[in-house]
Every structure is written in structure tokens, then in C-alpha cells.
T-cell receptor, first 110, second 113 residues
Framework: GQQVMQIPQYQHVQEGEDFTTYCNSSTTLSNIQWYKQRPGGHPVFLIQLVKSGEVKKQKRLTFQFGEAKKNSSLHITATQTTDVGTYFC??????????FGKGTRLHILP | DGGITQSPKYLFRKEGQNVTLSCEQNLNHDAMYWYRQDPGQGLRLIYYSQIVNDFQKGDIAEGYSVSREKKESFPLTVTSAQKNPTAFYLCASWGRTITGELFFGEGSRLTVL
């Protein structure tokens, strides 16, 4: 079953506010991926984190991988309406399969 | 253009009928996957295949069947044994590139009446 726990399940923010979603695991992760799914769409890959303590940025998005490789976060600065959607973390299991968290659904209030 | 094609996009069926969802990819990926998505449940793995003529059960395989006769194709059959088949079904492929990303099709929304 799923081993990556994602919180919160839902988040409403005012446009321009920041947003963060967290992904936690009871076991050490080899690496972690993040995906975004727009309403009515399909998941699209955002990034993969591999190294302990890794921080990567994509414009207003900042991704972090914990020092113990048991947690990860996605932070969006100054949200825009285009950020609406569901954000998933996902754990690749070896070279075999990828298991997804339940996702955080982000709503932006204008 | 390389990608994954799922069909049909929307499907309505009566209870007790088997349904087959198509998934074709031209990305030359070895691995293919089927996920089911329900509101608030995220993506749950149904079946996956690493190579032709081989596939493995995921976390929720009961009531589903698959085949992998060609590298490009990985159809999913939702059988009458599936207790609650109404859902959004997503097919994906994995090229095991450096970025390790899954590529998804646009999904098939199945409604059982």
C-alpha cells in the first residue's frame, strides 16, 4: 500500500499568498518525485529529488528533500490562479513502480 | 509527436459488463502502468508491466485484468467482478530516464450505471 503520507489534503489560499504541501514517509526514500494535476487533466511531472537535503527551485516553486530522506516539501511563493490543481508526491520503488501520495488540492481565491 | 494515447475518454457501461480501456504509447518505453483515481484517494496502482508478455499486480488489482502482447500497448479490462468500477483511469509509461518521470495519458473516465 501507500507509504508516503501527504498533508494537507486540501488548501485554500488567497491569490498572492504562499502555499506548502508536505510529504512524509516512515521509511527512508531513495528519491522522491512531484507531479501537478490541473482540474480535469492528467498528472505532469515537476521534479525528482535524489540527494539528502536537496533544494531545487523552479521559478516560484521550491522543492526540498529532508536530511534523513524521509520527508519532502513543495512551496509555492505568491500563488497565482494558474497554480490551481492537485500536487502529488510519488515514491519510485526501486526500478519497478512508482507509488503516489493522496495529493494536496490547492484552491486559489481571487 | 511522442506520447500516450488513451481511449475512450469517456465511457458509460451497465453494471455487470466487462469494459476494456485502451492505452498506446510511441515513446519506446519498456514499462507501463495503470492507475485508478478516485476523489480524495490519489492515484492507486492497478497493474504494471516491465516488459512484453509480463505484468504484475499493483495494490488494487482485484476485478481487473491486463495484457502486454506488444511493447506499445497495455489494455486494461475492468471486469464485472470489480465492485466499484466508476473512476478515472490513468495509463502511464516510464522510460527510466535520468529524470525518472512517468508520462501519463489523458485518462479514461468510466461510469457504470
Amino acid at each position: 500500500g501507500q507509504q508516503v503520507m501527504q498533508i494537507p489534503q486540501y488548501q485554500h489560499v488567497q491569490e498572492g499568498e504562499d502555499f506548502t504541501t508536505y510529504c512524509n514517509s516512515s521509511t527512508t526514500l531513495s528519491n522522491i518525485q512531484w507531479y501537478k494535476q490541473r482540474p480535469g487533466g492528467h498528472p505532469v511531472f515537476l521534479i525528482q529529488l535524489v540527494k539528502s537535503g536537496e533544494v531545487k527551485k523552479q521559478k516560484r516553486l521550491t522543492f526540498q528533500f529532508g536530511e534523513a530522506k524521509k520527508n519532502s516539501s513543495l512551496h509555492i511563493t505568491a500563488t497565482q490562479t494558474t497554480d490551481v490543481g492537485t500536487y502529488f508526491c510519488a515514491e519510485p520503488k526501486g526500478n519497478d513502480k512508482i507509488i503516489f501520495g493522496k495529493g494536496t488540492r490547492l484552491h486559489i481565491l481571487p | 509527436d511522442g506520447g500516450i494515447t488513451q481511449s475512450p475518454k469517456y465511457l458509460f457501461r451497465k453494471e455487470g459488463q466487462n469494459v476494456t480501456l485502451s492505452c498506446e504509447q510511441n515513446l519506446n518505453h519498456d514499462a507501463m502502468y495503470w492507475y485508478r483515481q478516485d476523489p480524495g484517494q490519489g492515484l492507486r496502482l492497478i497493474y504494471y508491466s516491465q516488459i512484453v508478455n509480463d505484468f504484475q499486480k499493483g495494490d488494487i488489482a482485484e476485478g481487473y485484468s491486463v495484457s502486454r502482447e506488444k511493447k506499445e500497448s497495455f489494455p486494461l479490462t475492468v471486469t464485472s467482478a470489480q465492485k466499484n468500477p466508476t473512476a478515472f483511469y490513468l495509463c502511464a509509461s516510464w522510460g527510466r530516464t535520468i529524470t525518472g518521470e512517468l508520462f501519463f495519458g489523458e485518462g479514461s473516465r468510466l461510469t457504470v450505471l
